[in-house]
């Protein structure tokens, strides 16, 4: 089957011809994509040099935007996603290749201990993991890896899902759970990145917290909103019961938590069907 790999890169100068040179010695047949996303120094000059096909965004639009172009270009059967600045190792290329032989539709590298960026994504991805793994009911190892290998008509499947910025793994992970379609995981060291990172720790520590809300919205937002509803109808008759024996009456409280958990648990219901008609088959 033919192969893509798309790699984004935006400033990434001192690691792009690195990175390009290892891919090519690891796989001498695929095409590989270079998504310049507005980049400022010579990233598409040196990635050219290095045997890439370029495509440069005008301006810079998020790695999720890059991956959305990479992929609507790539001409394989297969598109390995992987960084451009020198983390992720080409070696394990061909390991998530094998996984795709064996019948899967998504393979994910999953970073090992001591791969985190730092200690505060380290535990921020372990929470990500959790939740992810409670709402699929399938173990999910690493959710937020960028370095992944996927049957292209599949992924294209939910482009229009994906985010412009940086959460674009989540979402597609969520989004193949959700289809029904094989996922798994092989195990990666992830390097230390070459040059500044893009992430900036406090507008990205919001975008994290949204990412918690997103995970349930793309699977199933009633196993989120249900339990919810059930710890405020505990609480409404728990405090009916205190109030009913020292007062003998029915208080406002009571009131408020019965309608609260009435009304998230419609909400998750609503949710729910509106997140059935996201993934309605196009054909």
Known sequence: ????????????????????????????????????????????????????????????????????????????????????????????????????????????????????????????????????????????????????????????EFIYLLPNGFSYPTTSTMAFFRAGYSVTYIPIHAAKRIGKSHIQPLKDGVRFFLIIFKIATLFSPLKMFLPIAVVLFLMGTGWYGYTLYEYNRFTNMSALLYTGSIMVFLMGLISEQITSLMYKDSE
């Open 1 to 156: 089957m033919k192969l893509s790999i798309v790699l984004p890169a935006k400033n990434e100068a001192g690691a792009i011809g690195a990175t390009i040179e290892k891919i090519t010695q690891m796989v001498t047949h695929a095409e590989i994509i270079v998504v310049n996303d507005g980049s400022s120094d010579h990233t598409a000059q040196i990635a050219e040099q290095a045997g890439a096909k370029v495509l440069s965004h005008p301006y810079s639009k998020g790695n999720g935007a890059a991956i959305k172009t990479g992929a609507r270009h790539a001409q394989g059967e297969i598109i390995i996603f992987m960084d451009a600045d020198g983390q992720h190792d080409p070696q394990d290329i061909l390991k998530l290749l094998d996984k795709i032989h064996e019948g899967f539709d998504l393979v994910v590298g999953a970073r090992q201990k001591g791969s985190q960026a730092s200690l505060g994504r380290g535990i921020a991805n372990a929470l990500y993991n959790n939740l992810a793994t409670y709402m699929t009911e399938q173990k999910v190892e690493d959710l937020t890896s960028g370095f992944r290998a996927v049957r292209a008509d599949k992924f294209r």
